[in-house]
């Protein structure tokens, strides 16, 4: 257990699907990309299971990821509007992904490999 690296990491947290979003978060949104919140609100986000989450795309690594997230470089396409949410997490000084990443890592001694999901 130790620190994280989001810079070593694929984005995983970025595969999710519940990246909830809140009216804050859409404005800021609207705001960057200079569209009407109305409109933020249908292009980039949608509702599932009564929660409005981020919109997904298609991504080789994880089946499916935020639509914001370069699949190539694996960083976030918004930074500075992202979400909330986002902003915040993991919430912890540890991140239990990257640990299971690094360990992984550790054990095939290749510091790039990537143990995918199942399924
Ligand atoms: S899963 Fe953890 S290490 Fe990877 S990008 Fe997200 S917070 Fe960073
Ligand atoms: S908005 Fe950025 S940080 Fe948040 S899930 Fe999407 S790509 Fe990841």
Redesign the pocket.
């Known amino acids: 257990m130790g620190t994280y690296d989001c810079t070593k990491c694929p984005?995983y947290?970025?595969s999710y699907e519940r990246?909830i979003v809140n009216k804050r978060d859409v404005k800021k949104l609207a705001k960057h990309f200079d569209l009407d919140p109305e409109v933020a609100a249908k292009r980039f986000t949608k509702t599932r299971e009564g929660e409005v989450v981020?919109r997904h795309q298609k991504d080789k690594i994880y089946g499916s990821v935020?639509m914001?997230?370069d699949t190539k470089t694996r960083r976030?396409?918004?930074?500075n509007a992202?979400?909330g949410v986002?902003h915040e997490y993991p919430e912890y000084p540890t991140c239990g992904y990257y640990d299971f990443l690094s360990w992984e890592r550790e054990q095939q001694q290749d510091e790039k490999f990537i143990p995918l999901k199942k399924g």
């Open positions: 984005a947290c970025c990246i981020l935020c914001f997230l976030c396409t918004i930074y992202r979400p986002c």
